[in-house]
């Protein structure tokens, strides 16, 4: 297998039909994306990481992907004709060192544009500064903050879906297969706090009704004593949670109802994330059902681009390092670091980027972007992006423990993940 790329970047012709009503752009000249750029110094992109903190297993395995993916970039010939830098920093998984990183790239570092966050508060805290240094800003988050307006014109999720999309498009099939009696379990911060608005929501759109909400800080170490608080009555526990505690907390949910009866469990795989199925004390999970971005698991439809994607990143058909079958990856997350750094590719020639004057034109290029074929470039499926809202929309799967493995049974269209526009960024000044 080469590591060269086999499809175009997703939605040229949509690109550079957006662009084609904006004077400004044409006037400073659109080059084509295979006319080599006129400075071949290297694009320099910053990675915003959480090496340390709640979100280091993300991290590690973001870090991965996306160092990776660049592999893949540079061997196809970069952006523009030009080499590609990525330059990697940690934020600590922390909302003020976020924005000093961002600081840094901007001011100290050089970088041309920044990438790569997922936790939702410490995006909160550096898109603002983002903003003001009037950088790109590009998440790899799921929150819903991009797309309700809360941040402004520079910062965009282009490479995963939000909370929002992912919660209606799956409530659906959980009302009518698990049951409409709710209890929420969720980190008590800006991530899960969406999934207990946005779920609650989608849950009595469907005449169900979350019967309690509970709230977990994010840096909790120990369970026991939350799980007392879900009612008897509960048809469906739902819970997703975050941080290094994860394998504690599925392990003493097991604990807490041991054999006797329970109510059917839907779980966010973030509370699997890095963590082997196969781990003592989680088998209680047989029959349980996951929502999963990416399926961790091969599945018997997988395509040519899984494959593609698998082999370049290191991860085996279980979801594990091909180097260490204990190291877990966090598949169903990850894909967003991988795919936006080809998001990143494609607006970049779009735009014809020569210098950061341009970053202005790369925000106009992403906002015109319309399709995402499902590609080498986004093996996680196909998508929409929405350039008023700066939000991608794409494919869910819902997932069943069966025999200590997740297997798919259910994907959703791309129609159950919309949502009306809450905000238009495209009418803001930059």
């Not at 080059?31 to 903190?53: D, M, N, W, Y």
């Not at 282009?158 to 049951?179: E, H």
């Not at 069966?402 to 959703?412: M, P, S």
Request: glycine fraction near 10%; proline fraction near 6%; hydrophobic fraction near 40%.
């Amino acid at each position: 297998m080469t590591n060269k790329l086999i499809t175009p970047s997703p939605s040229r012709r949509s690109v550079l039909k957006g662009m084609a009503g904006t004077g400004a752009l044409l006037a400073s000249g659109l080059a084509p994306r295979f006319v080599q750029a006129q400075s071949s110094a290297p694009i320099k992109l910053g990675f915003q990481l959480h090496r340390t903190g709640i979100g280091a297993s993300y991290g590690r395995w973001y870090e991965r992907t996306a160092t990776a993916a660049l592999k893949v970039l540079n061997d196809a010939g970069g952006i523009g004709g030009r080499p590609v830098e990525i330059l990697f920093e940690d934020d600590g998984t922390d909302p003020k060192r976020g924005a000093e990183v961002v600081e840094k790239f901007a001011s100290q570092a050089g970088c041309d544009l920044i990438f790569g966050t997922l936790f939702s508060h410490v995006v909160m805290g550096s898109a603002p500064r983002a903003g003001e240094l009037k950088i790109p800003y590009l998440v790899c988050s799921e929150g819903h903050h991009v797309a309700s307006g809360a941040l402004n014109r520079w910062t965009a999720q282009p490479g995963i879906t939000d909370v929002k999309s992912q919660v209606q498009s799956m409530a659906p099939w959980v009302t009518a297969n698990l049951g409409k009696k709710v209890t929420m379990v969720f980190p008590d911060y800006a991530f899960g706090h969406d999934h207990r608005d946005f779920f609650t929501a989608a849950v009595a759109a469907q005449g169900g009704e979350v019967i309690r909400q509970v709230a977990i800080p994010p840096t909790e170490t120990s369970f026991t004593r939350y799980f007392p608080q879900i009612p008897t009555e509960t048809e469906v526990l739902y819970h997703v949670m975050v941080g290094p505690a994860v394998l504690t907390f599925v392990k003493e949910l097991g604990e807490f109802y041991g054999t006797g009866a329970r109510p059917e469990i839907f779980g966010f795989i973030d509370s699997l994330e890095a963590v082997n199925i196969a781990s003592p004390g989680l088998e209680f999970l047989e029959g349980t059902h996951f929502w999963e971005g990416h399926p961790r698991y091969r599945q018997e439809d997988s395509t040519e681009f899984e494959t593609f994607y698998r082999a370049a990143v290191g991860v085996d058909d279980t979801g594990a390092s091909t180097s260490d079958p204990n190291d877990i990856s966090t598949y169903a997350h990850m894909f967003s670091a991988w795919e936006t750094l080809f998001v990143i590719k494609a607006t970049m020639e779009a735009a014809g980027y020569q210098a950061p004057a341009d970053r202005q034109k790369v925000m106009e290029a992403l906002e015109a972007m319309t399709d995402m074929a499902e590609s080498n470039e986004h093996p996680q499926g196909p998508k929409v992006f929405n350039g008023k809202t700066h939000q991608v929309f794409g494919l869910q799967s819902i997932s069943r423990v069966e025999g200590g493995k997740l297997v798919r049974v259910h994907q959703t269209s791309m129609e159950d993940g919309l949502y009306p526009d809450e905000v238009d960024y495209t009418t803001m000044s930059f």
